[in-house]
Nanobody, 121 residues
Framework: QVQLVESGGGLVQAGDSLRLSCAAS????????MGWFRQAPGKEREFVATIAWNGRATSYADSVKGRFTLSRDNAKNTMYLQMNSLKPEDTAVYYC??????????????WGQGTQVTVSS
């Protein structure tokens, strides 16, 4: 089974950048799709981005397209989310996920504990 640990969150100002990391343990990491979701207070968890097992395909939510870049290094069992031009509406807890993939929460069966990202205006 894959266990996931996120890092890299923090408090930044609008327009700044952050890079989130998701470190995975387990032999099946390289064979699974990975994704990032986020959840703001009082809102449902929403899709941010996903990447195929081999890193050759990515998909992004419209709200982050052009600002966020997702990548993975299977040799290091790590996935990265580079977030540029951050906006206050990006404020949320960001969750790393692993599983068959897709744009829905139900497409993933392993989740990290989350890392807080706060963007001040």
């Amino acid at each position: 089974q894959v266990q996931l640990v996120e890092s890299g969150g923090g408090l930044v100002q609008a327009g700044d950048s952050l890079r989130l990391s998701c470190a995975a343990s387990g032999r099946t990491f390289s064979s699974q799709a990975m994704g990032w979701f986020r959840q703001a207070p009082g809102k449902e968890r929403e899709f941010v981005a996903t990447i195929a097992w081999n890193g050759r395909a990515t998909s992004y939510a419209d709200s982050v397209k052009g600002r966020f870049t997702l990548s993975r290094d299977n040799a290091k069992n790590t996935m990265y989310l580079q977030m540029n031009s951050l906006k206050p509406e990006d404020t949320a807890v960001y969750y790393c996920a692993a599983g068959p993939g897709g744009l829905r929460v139900g497409g993933y069966n392993r989740w990290g504990q989350g890392t807080q990202v706060t963007v001040s205006s």
